[in-house]
């Protein structure tokens, strides 16, 4: 059972321009939500986060946007740059819950 | 301030056998928690350690088990290794039992064959 899904397994993305990341839930119990940034070889480093209180959060290029009623978030980065290639993890946790459930993440292509 | 440590970097084991992995929790961090991402899937939750005691389990067999040290490193054991098993095993580390403020090591990747 995916509790959360990216069904995009890849995007490229022409430098300057705005990438959108999605991802879907279906577990009402989550609360907070994480976008995580993972280079080969590297551990998943965290991006930006959500609270379910909240439908926007802006962190410099990175902006999530989350829309409860449809159980999606995004993930806006603007302008992209070739640094931004890397696979894009959303997780979620909530309930009370000490642990994070992923998406199988979203391997994003800057183009120069 | 150091980050999190995981060792070793890659092994290679052979199916039945058993393993121990390791994680040097970020200095300050008290909760240690391990995930496993198997090929083209993301990381998904073994369990959680907070002051040396097992603080949620992820759906895994009782063949994984942990440890956390009182310097609040751990170790994460596989017995019975599996073809399945085959993954990238990686550690977090936390100043407290809440998601908020995971720092991940590199991981370890494990092969079993």
């Known amino acids: 059972d995916q509790q959360v899904k990216q069904n995009s397994p890849s995007l490229s993305v022409q430098e300057g321009r705005i990438s959108i990341l999605n991802c879907d839930y279906t577990?009402?119990?989550?609360?907070?939500f994480l976008w995580y940034k993972k280079y080969p070889a590297e551990g998943p480093t965290f991006l930006i986060s959500i609270s379910s209180i909240k439908d926007k959060n802006e962190d410099g290029r990175f902006t999530v946007f989350l829309n409860k009623s449809a159980k999606h978030l995004s993930l806006h980065i603007v302008p992209s740059q070739p640094g931004d290639s890397a696979v894009y993890f959303c997780a979620a946790s909530g309930g009370g819950n000490e642990k994070l459930t992923f998406g199988t993440g979203t391997r994003l292509t800057i183009i120069p | 301030e150091t980050g999190v440590t995981q060792s070793p970097t890659h092994l290679i084991k052979t199916r039945g056998q058993q393993v121990t992995l390791r994680c040097s929790s970020q200095s300050g961090h008290n909760t240690v928690s391990w995930y496993q991402q198997a090929l083209g899937q993301g990381p998904q939750f073994i369990f959680q350690y907070y002051r040396e005691e097992e603080n949620g389990r992820g759906n895994f067999p009782p063949r994984f088990s942990g440890l956390q040290f009182p310097n609040y490193s751990s170790e994460l054991n596989v017995n019975a290794l599996e073809l399945d098993d085959s993954a990238l095993y990686l550690c977090?580390?936390?100043?407290?039992?809440?998601?908020?403020?995971?720092?991940f090591g590199s991981g370890t990747r494990l092969t079993v064959v």
């Open positions: 977090a580390s936390s100043l407290s039992q809440q998601v908020y403020g995971y720092t």
């Open positions: 577990n009402s119990m989550f609360d907070y």
